[in-house]
């Protein structure tokens, strides 16, 4: 049996870091783990504009432990009046994404876009600038069950995008479903993914053992089986249009287990040990280096990391809970022991 696993230093790309007391709280966390990040931009108010971004990068780097050696990679959040010359203003201020939320589809996304037709002068020049697009892939409409709103957005929204924009690098943001990971691989080298630890360890079931279990809620929602399976064997064909996306989202726990719970899991902290014990789970333990640490630069077009990170096979527990501002977090896997550690 293989005890330790040295991979190339990996990076995140889809992360959840907030701001202010949050921000301090979580950062070390993913800084410890990953060289890079995409931040994603679902602040109150949104990261809109390259000055916002510009701004919030300076208060991540701020908050970094002295020690830390991090790079966040900066996003702005799409809107119906995103212009086109703020994307020149962004690609100059060294941001590296858009972030299409459509309106109401998650956590802090009202200001999201309610109908991708009005942002297509901006597309145009994000195809032009080489700027990314990162989509949250599920319709809102309130008449498609919340488990086929991914399978829905494939046709009424990705497939028309790719075919108006057939240069734009596209990221279909934290799979879920058979239906995503399918079009993913059928699809050209302008099209990739991220997936989230949760969704390759857990099925639907998850939230529902025992009674209702709001850690285990995200958005999109974890599916049945079938699709988790498909996820797995997207990662495991090692395919480079796969990458790491932890999509890690920190609410508090009292916002958490609340009448109204928020959609997130807060992943960071075991985030590379719950990826590794997904793919030790189907054999696939020597497809997680291309996973984590090379696929997502490649399709960005940066360079891999030259550092190294050590897994080992050593017992640890996560903690249950951690302090987060006024307030405390819990992990995902709070409590359980895992079978892979960080060094
Ligand atoms: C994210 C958050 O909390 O910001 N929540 C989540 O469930 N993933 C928003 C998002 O990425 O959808
Ligand atoms: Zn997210």
Known sequence: MQDTLTLTRPDDWHLHLRDGAALAAVLPFTARQFARAIVMPNLRPPVTTAVQAQAYRERILAALPADADFEPLMTLYLTDNTLPREIGAARAAGVVAVKLYPAGATT?????????????????????????????????????????????????????????????????????????????????????????????????????????RPHYYCLPVLKREQHRQALLRAVASGSPKFFLGTDSAPHAAVLKEASVCGAGCFSAPAALELYAEAFEAIGALDKLEAFASHHGPDFYGLPRNSGRVTLQRAPWQVPETLPFGDALIKPLRGGDTLNWKLL
């Open 108 to 212: 802090n996304s009202d200001a999201g876009v309610t109908d991708i037709r009005k942002t297509y002068a901006t597309l145009e020049a994000m195809q032009r600038e080489g700027l990314l697009l990162l989509v949250h892939g599920e319709v809102t409409d309130g008449e498609i069950d919340v488990f086929d709103r991914e399978a829905v957005f494939i046709e009424r929204v990705m497939q028309p995008l790719r075919r108006d924009f057939p240069e734009l690098k596209v990221v279909f943001e934290h799979i879920t479903t058979q239906e995503a990971a399918q079009y993913v691989a059928a699809s050209d080298r302008f099209t990739a993914a991220t997936l989230t630890p949760q969704h390759l360890l857990y099925n639907r079931n998850a939230l529902f053992t025992g009674g209702l």
